[in-house]
C-alpha cells in the first residue's frame, strides 16, 4: 500500500529525493514518515510531518534533510543533501492515521540509499 522510490548510491556530499506514494485505499493519514535501518542498529526514525505540515527532525539530519508531503496525491518526499557515510541504510516510509481507538501504521517496502567515502 506504500511505494517507495528514489534510493540509490551517491558519493559523500552528494543529493538523493526519496518518495513515497500511499494508495487510495489508505484514509485519514495523519502523519507521514522516514525511518532508516543501517545494518547491526535499529531502526530510527529520520522525519515527520503531520497533514497541518508540521515537521520532526532527527538531529543527526537537521539542516541537510528535508521532508515534505502532498495531502493530494498522499505522498512524502525526503529530501537528502549533504550526504554523508553514516547516512547509508534502509529507508523505510510510513503513514499513520485512524482513530484513537483503532489507530494504524503502515510500512513501506524499503529502499537502499548507499553513501560511499
Known amino acids: 500500500q506504500l511505494q517507495a522510490s528514489g534510493g540509490g548510491l551517491v558519493q559523500a556530499g552528494g543529493s538523493l529525493r526519496l518518495s513515497c506514494a500511499a494508495s487510495?485505499?489508505?484514509?485519514?493519514?495523519?502523519?507521514m514518515g522516514w525511518h532508516r535501518q543501517a545494518p547491526g542498529k535499529q531502526r530510527e526514525l529520520v522525519a515527520s510531518i503531520t497533514y497541518g505540515y508540521s515537521t520532526n527532525y532527527a538531529d543527526s539530519v537537521k539542516g541537510r534533510f528535508t521532508i515534505s508531503r502532498d495531502n493530494a496525491k498522499n505522498t512524502v518526499y525526503l529530501q537528502m543533501n549533504s550526504l554523508k557515510p553514516e547516512d547509508t541504510a534502509v529507508y523505510y516510509c510510513n503513514v499513520d492515521g485512524g482513530s484513537q481507538y483503532a489507530p494504524y501504521r503502515y510500512w513501506g517496502q524499503g529502499t537502499l540509499v548507499t553513501v560511499s567515502s
Open positions: 487510495g485505499s489508505i484514509f485519514g493519514i495523519a502523519v
